[in-house]
């Protein structure tokens, strides 16, 4: 089907799914929400600001935007990040409500209640500064997904100092890139993780990263968890839990102003380089735990919620650590993999700790659908109330087959955009509110303003298709990219002016509800993960045998996208090895250079690439063939002959 088409068969899905009588009478999040944020949009954010937040300091500014795209929100008010996920639930009287239930990869288990999580931050904040953190220095972490990680990131915000969580998949190479870009003064990082059945080192990436000895790095800490090996650093490298024992679990959080700088998450873009996307505490916080609440119906005394992601990406930030913490909810966090050690591990853990809330990745619900429906059945999964999705265009088999396999054809379910420049949910379902739709996100959230346009920026209207905008300014809105300002301005703002740009097409229906339909740069999104088509290409020309690469992202049944590389080789090794050879050699080297998760799916050695009479590489006819499409019109080509020889060489 060509995308055409598929839009097409998206746009006429007629089912309707209204939330039933009893949902929508205990819902937390209602109709009049979306009333009170039209009639006074400020007005409304400030009040869901004061009332989820603690404020040691009120505001009594709501929005500057008097110098745009620089915004500012609740600028005249402190608070305090980590008081807000930790102690003020305890002051409330919840601090033997369990925080995380911890599940390990082999089946360990830890709960750790709010007061147990309070004490380890304190202790965590107490060492940090005893080793010269303090307010503005960056420390990158480098995780498995451990309770460690949570206290590690709580630690630095509560010293409102800013950390920069790097993915454990990420290489060396990867995470020096980031320490270098942020000035990191210290680096947390664990022995090694456990994943499909083994144990993964961490530290040696770390070692590797700081080998030469040239970095603003002046301490490792290392948390115990792979019991592998490790190389030990003397002076700079500390073993956290013999750190941790001594220090007291008394400390008090000081106020920030609520433009404090929270974290900078690295996340590609259409050039090589990854960008620093900047995210503050007071809006964040706000957005993150007003979202949480109301997209996810949570009722805290009751609810288990499990939101999947690693807290290497932004849903791990606003909806494993900040949204549901400051909203002291009971959750379940899950160290390894789906599959470990039997395919019905996720279910399983659904069961033990009976979930109710589940939010995972659309790649996740196909990877489950192709293994058969009588996996998730063998596990009891009635305690599920409501499902959501992140990350990718849902298509509606996927939404229906979650409904009803993991649903049980009765939980509402939401599908919730946004981005890790937005810091929280833009676009989604109100569980109780919303007729719901396969396959569409449908409408923002109240307080947000979105809007289609074509590219000279003209409304498109419903039943047309356009640029996906967000028109007016967002709590939770990055505030800039790190130390680049300029490229802020270009990527988001040199488009629609004070409208930021999404990088996405849309679609909206004839109810004016929104269809998410991919990117519309060259990031490409591989479950639910964003990569940048030129980084690869940068990681693979780097190569010593490469001339010339070009990546596009084709579509694929599961990971929605994958990664498909074609390389011209350098005259002198031309011929020398064979294809599936250079192909194992280049997909081991991305993997080097940017960590597994870049990997090209396929690899394909080419005599030349398509090119523009300008010299541009055009990606579309490289994506068609890829795809196994007639290539169309290729009359902007230097040579259209080259299109030939690549599709024959490439169904060889
Ligand atoms: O293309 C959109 C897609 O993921 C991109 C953002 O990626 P990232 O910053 O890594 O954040 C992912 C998790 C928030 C978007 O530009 N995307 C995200 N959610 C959806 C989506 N596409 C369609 N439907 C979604 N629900």
Redesign the pocket.
């Given at each position: 089907m060509s995308k055409e088409q598929q839009i097409d068969s998206l746009l006429h899905e007629e089912r309707r799914f209204p939330p039933s009588a009893e949902f929508a009478a205990q819902a937390i999040g209602q109709a009049s929400l979306y009333e009170q944020a039209s009639d006074d949009r400020e007005g409304f954010w400030a009040t869901q600001s004061r009332e989820l937040l603690h404020w040691h300091k009120p505001f009594t500014e709501v929005l500057d935007w008097s110098n745009p795209p620089f915004a500012k929100w609740f600028a005249d008010g402190t608070l305090n990040v980590a008081y807000n996920c930790l102690d003020r639930h305890v002051a409330a009287g919840l601090g033997d409500r369990v925080a995380l239930h911890f599940e390990g990869e082999p089946g360990d288990r830890r709960d750790i209640t709010y007061a147990e999580l309070t004490s380890e931050v304190k202790k965590a904040a107490n060492l940090l500064s005893s080793l010269g953190l303090t307010q503005g220095d960056r420390v990158i972490i480098y995780m498995p997904l451990l309770p460690e990680a949570i206290i590690a990131m709580l630690a630095v915000a509560r010293l409102g100092a800013i950390h920069s969580v790097v993915f454990g998949g990420f290489s060396a190479e990867s995470l020096r890139a980031r320490i270098d870009d942020a000035e990191a003064k210290m680096v947390i990082t664990a022995d090694g993780g456990n994943r499909k059945g083994s144990v993964f080192p961490l530290k040696a990436a770390v070692d590797q990263a700081l080998a030469d000895g040239k970095t603003s790095v002046e301490k490792v800490l290392v948390v115990q968890r792979g019991g592998n090996e490790v190389e030990w650093t003397s002076g700079r490298d500390l073993w956290w839990h013999e750190e941790m024992t001594p220090m007291s679990d008394d400390h008090r959080a000081e106020a920030f102003e609520a433009e404090n700088p929270l974290f900078i998450l690295y996340?590609s873009g259409t050039t090589g380089k990854p960008k620093g996307i900047l995210h503050t505490s007071g809006g964040y916080l706000t957005q993150a735990s007003f979202t949480h609440k109301n997209v996810f119906d949570l009722h805290p005394e009751t609810d288990v919620y499990w939101c999947t992601a690693d807290i290497g990406?932004?849903?791990g930030h606003s909806y494993v650590v900040y949204g549901p913490l400051a909203n002291g909810a009971t959750q379940v966090i899950y160290e390894g993999t789906p599959d470990t050690p039997h395919p019905g591990r996720w279910w399983e853990i659904i069961e033990k700790y009976g979930v109710s809330i589940f939010y995972t990745a659309p790649t996740a619900i196909r990877t489950f659908m192709k293994l058969g429906r009588e996996i998730p059945q063998k596990f009891d999964l009635s305690s599920l109330r409501v499902l959501g999705?992140?990350?990718?265009?849902?298509n509606p088999e996927a939404w229906m087959w979650y409904r009803e396999v993991i649903g049980g054809n009765t939980t509402p379910i939401v599908?919730?955009?946004?981005?890790?420049?937005t810091g929280a949910i833009m676009i989604s379902a109100l569980p109780g509110v919303t007729s719901t739709k396969p396959g569409s996100?449908q409408v923002p959230i109240p307080g947000i303003c979105v809007d289609v346009l074509t590219e000279d920026g003209q409304q498109v209207g419903p039943e047309a298709g356009g640029l996906l905008v967000i028109t007016e300014p967002w709590p939770s809105m990055l505030r800039g990219i790190w130390r680049d300002p300029e490229r802020f301005q270009e990527t988001y703002w040199s488009m629609f002016g004070t409208r930021y740009f999404?990088?996405?097409g849309a679609h909206l229906d004839k109810d004016s509800d929104v269809w998410?339909l991919?990117?519309v740069d060259d990031v490409m999104?591989i479950s639910?993960?964003?990569l940048s088509t030129m980084e690869i290409e940068s990681a693979l020309v780097a190569h010593p045998m490469t001339a010339e690469a070009a990546v596009v992202g084709a579509h694929d049944d599961t990971t929605g996208q994958a990664v498909v590389a074609f390389v011209i080789l350098k005259s002198r090794f031309a011929g020398t090895l064979s294809d599936e050879e250079v192909s194992h050699q280049l997909r081991a080297w991305v993997g080097e250079q940017i960590g597994a998760i870049a990997k090209p799916k396929r690899v394909f050695v080419v005599a030349e690439l398509p090119k523009t009479r300008s010299g541009k590489i055009m990606r579309r006819l490289l994506r068609d063939i890829a795809e196994g499409r007639d290539v169309g019109d290729t009359t902007t080509l230097m040579d259209a002959s080259v299109i030939r020889t690549i599709s024959d060489s490439v169904n060889e």
């Open positions: 996340t990406w932004i849903t999705t992140v990350g990718e265009p849902i599908d919730t955009w946004w981005q890790t420049e996100a999404a990088g996405d998410l991919g990117r999104n639910g993960h964003r």
